[in-house]
C-alpha cells in the first residue's frame, strides 16, 4: 500500500517530523542538513535508535523551529510505502506530486479514495490572508481554480491603478454573483442572476514583484457547492488556456529516497502514542478513529493556530496524528488559560456536552471557576475517538501544557474511558462526577417508566435533601422498593459509584462552587450558545475569540465592580459590614443570602459537649413544593479555642463561604468578626495581584537563574493583562517597564564602575 500525503493539516506527519527533528535545508536542487549532512546519513543514526516508532506532529516546535517554513510547502509531496513485521519503507521527497495505479491516499477532511481509484488532481489550499503570488494573473488564477473546486465563478469588480504609469496596484477578486446588474430599460429584460454575494479576495503590490492577500471573505450568501455542474466563464478561460498550452515531456522527477526502519509495536508516553498491538498492526485502518473535517476545517483550525502562535508567544497546542497521518485529537490553550490555571487550578472539570450530544464537533473544554465565581476556560480539544488512548492523549496534553502541575479535584462525566484516562494520567487528584450531567440524563434514562413523575421526586430528594449518608441509603433503598427499579442498570450503576456523585459523600471536598447541591442549580456548558449539534470546525474557531472575548470583559466588568462600587448592606450583621471590603461583587451577594438566612434559622441550643467542641442544633424554615415550608434540623459543632466551626450541610466545601446555620452559631456565642481561616483569598478582590503564580518548593533551587526566569515570567502575567484592558493601561505599564529597565542599567554601570 502506497499513501500520498499533500502537505495538508491531516497528513503533514511526516513532513514535520523531516522539517522539525532534521532541520531539511534545499540547497541546489537538493535537501541537506544544517551540518552539511545529507537525510540519508542522518536516518543510519535514527536506525539505530528503538525510540523511532510513531510520527507525532508537534507544531509548538515547529513555530520555534529556525527552519524557513516554505521548505514545508516546497516539499509537496512525500510518498511511502509501508511495509510490517520490520520490512523497508521508502520515504521519496519529489519536486512534484507522483500517483500510481492503486495507490490509496486521503484528501483533507477526511474523504477516503478506496484502493485501485486513481486521483490525478491535487486539491488547492484555502485562500488566506497573507498568501502570495508572483504575479497577478498566478494569483487570478489561483482563485479562479479555488471557485471551480468550490462551485462557483470568479471575475475582477474592482481595478486600482497608478495614473501615470497605468499600472495596476491592487484588485478585487469576487464571486460572479457579487453586486447586481444595472437595470435594463428592454421590453423583455434578461432576469436578474446575481445575488450580491460578498464571497472575495483584495489583492495588493507589494515590494513591486508580488502579489498578496490583504483581504478576504469566503462565505457566500447562495448556494455553492462542486456538485452542481454549472458553467462560469471563468472558468472556460481554464480550459482554453489549456487547449492552447504546447504538450510538455515527461517531466525527470527529483528523488530523495530515504529508507528507514519501522515496526508496529509503539510505546505509550506523555508525546500522544498509544500501544498498538502487532495483530492490530496488520489490521485495516479504522476511519472512525481520526477527526472527521468537512472542506476548509484543515485550514481554518491551522490558520488559526499559526496566527495566535505569532501573535501571542505563550499560546501552546499540540496535535496527535495516527500512523497514516491523518489528525487524530488536538489541544490548545492560550496566555489568558495557562495563566488562568495558575490562578484557579484546584478545582477543574472537564465539560463533554458536545461528545454526550453526538455533535459532530468532538469538542471538550476544561473549565475552572474564577475569583467571581465565573467559569473560565482553562484549555480546549477536539476528540476523534471517545477510547482510553485518546483520552490519555488529552490529558497529558493538557497536564503538560500545565507546567505538569495537577488539580486537586477533577470533574468529569461518567464516561467509563475517561474515568480509566483520569485515574492513569491524574491519580493524586479526586475525581468526582458532575451531578448536573447524571440529572440531565433523568428524563432520558427514567423518562418512559411508570410513575415517572414520582420517581424523579425521590430520587431528587435522596440526593439534594440527605445530611447524612444513612439518610441517603435509607431514601434510596425505599425509592428502589416502592418504584419497583431493583432491575433499572442505570440506577444500579449509579449506586455503585455513588461515592464519586452523591454530594453526602464529598463533604471533605472543596468544589469552589463547580457542583450543584439544590435543585434548581446548574452549570451551563463554557461554549453554550456558540455550539449548536451541525456546527463545523471552521465554524467553531470563527466564534472561539468571539466567545472568549466576551467571556473576558464580563470578568474585566466584574474586577471593575468589584474595586470601584460600594456594596449595598441588607442587615446590621458584623459578618456582612466585614466581608463587603474583602469579597468580589458577586460572591458577595452569595454570601450576603447567607446573612439574611440567619434570621429564618431559629431555636440555636447546644445539645452536647465533648471538652472544647460543643455541638448545637439549628433550626431552619426551608421552603418545598409549593408555597409550603418544613422545618429542618442542622448540627454544627463549635471548637471554642480555635474557633473551628463546622455544619452539617457543608456549604463551605461546596461553595466556599460559611452557611447561614454556622454564622447563626457564631453570632449566638458572641463571635463578631469571622475567622479568617474561613475567608478564603480566590473569592477577594485582589486575588490576582497578590496570588504569587509560582509557589517555590524545598526542593527548588531558588538560587538557580533558570528558577529565577520562570518565576519572574509567571509574575509579570498578571501585569500584562492588566495593561492590555485600556490604551491608559498599557501605557502605565510600558512606563513601568522602561524606567524598570533604566534602573538595570544603572546598576550595571555602577557594577562596571567599581
Known amino acids: 500500500m502506497a499513501v500520498t500525503c499533500f502537505g495538508c493539516l491531516t497528513c503533514l506527519s511526516c513532513c514535520n517530523l523531516l522539517i522539525m527533528c532534521l532541520k531539511i535545508q534545499r540547497l541546489n536542487g537538493s535537501y541537506v542538513l544544517e551540518n552539511g549532512d545529507t537525510p540519508q546519513s542522518i536516518c543510519t543514526h535514527v536506525l539505530e535508535q528503538s525510540t523511532f516508532r510513531k510520527f507525532i506532529f508537534y507544531p509548538e516546535i515547529l513555530a520555534r523551529s529556525e527552519v524557513d517554513l516554505n521548505v514545508l ?64 494573473d498566478e494569483a487570478y488564477d489561483f482563485y479562479n481554480v479555488y471557485g471551480k473546486e468550490q462551485g462557483f465563478g470568479i471575475r475582477v469588480s474592482n481595478s486600482w491603478f497608478r495614473s501615470k504609469r497605468k499600472e495596476r496596484y491592487r484588485a478585487k477578486l469576487s464571486c460572479s454573483s457579487a453586486g447586481f446588474k444595472k437595470k435594463s430599460e428592454a421590453n423583455n429584460p434578461r432576469p436578474e442572476t446575481r445575488t450580491g454575494c460578498p464571497a472575495m479576495i483584495v489583492i495588493k503590490l507589494v515590494d513591486s514583484q508580488r502579489w498578496r492577500i490583504v483581504e478576504l471573505e469566503l462565505q457566500h450568501n447562495h448556494q455553492v457547492s462542486p456538485q452542481i455542474k454549472r458553467f462560469y ?26 529508507k528507514l526502519y519501522r515496526t508496529p509495536v509503539m510505546d505509550v508516553g506523555c508525546n500522544g502514542c498509544s500501544t498498538l498491538s502487532e495483530t492490530e498492526g496488520l489490521n485495516p485502518i479504522d476511519h472512525s478513529k481520526h477527526l472527521q473535517l468537512r472542506e476548509g476545517d484543515a485550514h481554518a483550525v491551522y490558520n488559526y493556530f499559526c496566527r495566535m502562535k505569532l501573535t ?18 488536538v489541544f490548545w490553550a492560550d496566555a489568558r488559560s495557562r495563566a488562568a490555571y495558575g490562578y484557579f487550578c484546584d478545582t477543574v472539570a472537564i465539560d463533554t456536552t458536545c461528545l454526550a450530544n453526538k455533535y459532530e464537533l468532538p469538542l471538550i473544554s476544561f473549565v475552572g471557576v474564577n475569583h467571581h465565581g465565573q467559569s473560565v476556560l482553562l484549555g480546549c480539544g477536539f476528540l476523534g475517538i471517545e477510547s482510553v488512548d485518546c483520552y490519555v492523549w488529552m490529558l497529558r496534553a493538557w497536564l503538560k501544557c500545565m507546567l505538569g502541575r495537577p488539580p486537586q479535584v477533577f470533574i468529569t462525566d461518567q464516561c467509563k474511558p475517561l474515568q480509566i484516562a483520569v485515574s492513569e494520567v491524574i491519580p493524586e487528584a479526586r475525581h468526582c462526577y458532575c451531578l448536573s450531567y447524571i440529572m440531565q440524563r433523568v428524563p432520558e434514562k427514567l423518562g418512559g417508566l411508570k410513575g415517572y413523575e414520582a420517581i424523579k421526586r425521590h430520587l431528587q430528594k435522596s440526593i439534594y435533601d440527605s445530611l447524612k449518608i444513612a439518610e441517603f441509603e435509607t431514601s434510596w433503598a425505599e425509592m428502589i422498593k416502592r418504584h419497583e427499579l431493583g432491575n433499572n442498570k442505570w440506577l444500579h450503576t449509579l449506586y455503585e459509584d455513588r461515592q464519586n456523585w452523591v454530594p453526602v459523600y464529598l463533604k471533605d471536598t472543596f468544589f469552589a462552587g463547580m457542583i450543584p447541591i ?129 455544619c452539617i450541610c457543608s456549604l463551605f466545601n461546596y461553595k466556599g463561604y460559611l452557611c447561614r446555620h454556622a454564622l447563626n452559631v457564631l453570632n449566638y456565642n458572641g463571635v463578631e468578626v469571622i475567622p479568617s481561616r474561613y475567608i478564603l483569598p480566590r473569592w477577594s478582590k485582589d486575588f490576582k495581584r497578590r496570588y504569587l503564580l509560582h509557589q517555590g518548593s524545598s526542593n527548588i533551587d531558588v538560587y538557580d537563574p533558570a528558577y529565577w526566569r520562570n518565576h519572574l515570567y509567571n509574575l509579570a502575567l498578571p501585569f500584562a493583562e492588566e495593561g492590555a484592558q485600556s490604551e491608559e493601561h498599557y501605557k502605565t505599564t510600558l512606563q513601568a517597564l522602561e524606567e524598570l529597565l533604566n534602573k538595570f542599567h544603572l546598576v550595571e554601570d555602577t557594577l562596571n564602575v567599581t
Open 312 to 329: 501571542n508567544p505563550n499560546f501552546y497546542y499540540l496535535m496527535d496524528l495516527d500512523d497514516d497521518g491523518r489528525l487524530r485529537n
Open 73 to 136: 510547502y516546497s516539499l509537496q509531496v512525500l510518498e511511502i510505502n509501508i511495509c510490517v513485521n520490520g520490512q523497508m519503507e521508502e520515504v521519496c521527497l519529489n519536486s512534484e506530486p507522483v500517483f500510481d495505479e492503486g495507490d490509496e491516499y486521503d484528501l483533507e477532511g477526511g474523504h477516503d479514495v478506496g484502493i485501485g481509484e486513481t486521483q490525478s488532481k491535487q486539491v488547492p489550499p484555502q485562500p488566506t490572508v497573507g498568501l502570495e503570488f508572483d504575479s497577478f
Open 518 to 646: 439544590r435543585e434548581n442549580e446548574s452549570l451551563p456548558a463554557f461554549f453554550d450558545g456558540y455550539v449548536h449539534k451541525h456546527t463545523s470546525f471552521k465554524e467553531f474557531v470563527d466564534k472561539y475569540d468571539l466567545a472568549l472575548h466576551r467571556k473576558r470583559m464580563k470578568e474585566v466588568v466584574a474586577d471593575l465592580e468589584s474595586r470601584t462600587s460600594s456594596f449595598e448592606l441588607k442587615t446590621r450583621c458584623n459578618f456582612e459590614v466585614q466581608l463587603c471590603k474583602v469579597y468580589t461583587k458577586d460572591i458577595f451577594k452569595r454570601f450576603q443570602l447567607e446573612v439574611e438566612g440567619m434570621y429564618s434559622c431559629f431555636n440555636t441550643r447546644q445539645v452536647n459537649v465533648n471538652g472544647p467542641i460543643i455541638t448545637y442544633i439549628v433550626k431552619e424554615r426551608v421552603g418545598v413544593e409549593g408555597n409550603e415550608k418544613e422545618v429542618r434540623c442542622y448540627e454544627v459543632l463549635y471548637e471554642t479555642t480555635q474557633v473551628d466551626i463546622r
Open 233 to 258: 466563464k471563468s472558468h472556460k478561460k481554464m480550459i482554453i488556456a489549456a487547449k492552447n498550452a504546447q504538450p510538455q515531456p515527461n517531466p525527470v522527477t527529483e528523488v530523495h529516497t530515504i
